[in-house]
């Protein structure tokens, strides 16, 4: 491959991607207009060069960082956390922010969808198989939801995308909780149900 060539290929890139996320997006949630204006870069921290992180990439062999950036957690607990959220060719990493250290991997191949309203809000949730799913907030959830979808295309690996308004996951091995969004005058509630544990 030319010189040429790649650097074309690294230009085309974020258009591509902006064609497919307004095409999945546009008729399934209402957007803000700066959203579907936004340019799309990835690497947002450009913490390639930290040792610890290098490390572990190394270890658990990814060869490319696709997207990074600052997001918040909401945990079992329904407390915001604020982590960083590392995707790879190969795998999902929940980072501390400030040292970097994995508290979390997923492999791509794990991940069976992802969930988010039809609203305008930056909410959506990872599910993972035969674990418990990741409740996330970020304002550039569309770009993640299509990196997403492009690495595991690349594994040969389906994630199904679904909107609805009323939906559960499991914060937690054994407990269920239900995500209700609704439209205000104030803008989006979004309202978080304890369901019953799960019987063993």
Same mark, same amino acid.
């Given at each position: 491959?030319?010189?040429?060539?790649?650097?074309?290929?690294?230009?085309? %890139?974020? %258009?591509?991607?902006?064609?497919?996320?307004?095409?999945?997006? @546009?008729?399934?949630?209402?957007?803000?207009?700066?959203?579907?204006?936004?340019?799309?870069?990835?690497?947002? /921290?450009?913490? @390639? +060069?930290?040792? *610890?992180?290098?490390? =572990? /990439? %190394?270890?658990? +062999? @990814? !060869?490319?960082?696709?997207?990074? @950036?600052?997001?918040?957690?909401? +945990?079992?607990?329904?407390?915001?956390?604020?982590? *960083?959220?590392?995707?790879? #060719?190969?795998?999902?990493?929940?980072?501390? &922010?400030?040292?970097?250290?994995?508290?979390?991997?997923? &492999?791509?191949?794990?991940?069976?969808?992802?969930?988010?309203?039809?609203?305008?809000?930056?909410?959506?949730? /990872?599910? *993972?198989?035969?674990?418990?799913?990741?409740?996330?907030?970020?304002?550039?959830?569309?770009?993640?939801?299509?990196? =997403?979808?492009?690495?595991?295309?690349?594994?040969?690996?389906?994630?199904?995308?679904?909107?609805?308004?009323?939906?559960?996951?499991? &914060?937690?091995?054994?407990?269920?909780?239900?995500?209700?969004?609704?439209?205000? #005058?104030?803008?989006? !509630?979004?309202?978080?149900? %304890?369901?019953?544990?799960?019987? +063993?």
């Amino acid at each position: 491959m030319t010189t040429e060539t790649k650097k074309t290929q690294e230009t085309n %890139q974020p %258009q591509d991607r902006l064609v497919k996320i307004n095409k999945l997006f @546009d008729q399934n949630k209402s957007r803000r207009r700066s959203s579907a204006m936004k340019e799309y870069h990835g690497n947002y /921290l450009r913490i @390639d +060069n930290k040792k *610890v992180v290098a490390n =572990l /990439l %190394q270890k658990n +062999n @990814d !060869s490319t960082i696709i997207f990074c @950036d600052t997001v918040a957690k909401i +945990n079992k607990r329904n407390k915001v956390q604020e982590r *960083v959220l590392l995707v790879t #060719d190969q795998n999902v990493y929940n980072l501390n &922010p400030s040292s970097y250290q994995s508290l979390r991997k997923i &492999p791509l191949i794990k991940i069976t969808s992802i969930t988010l309203s039809c609203f305008e809000d930056n909410f959506f949730v /990872l599910g *993972v198989e035969k674990e418990y799913d990741y409740l996330i907030v970020s304002s550039r959830k569309t770009e993640i939801v299509c990196c =997403l979808l492009e690495c595991c295309e690349k594994l040969n690996k389906k994630i199904d995308v679904q909107f609805t308004n009323n939906f559960n996951y499991r &914060p937690s091995e054994g407990v269920v909780r239900e995500l209700r969004f609704r439209s205000t #005058d104030e803008g989006v !509630s979004t309202e978080v149900y %304890q369901k019953k544990k799960k019987k +063993n």
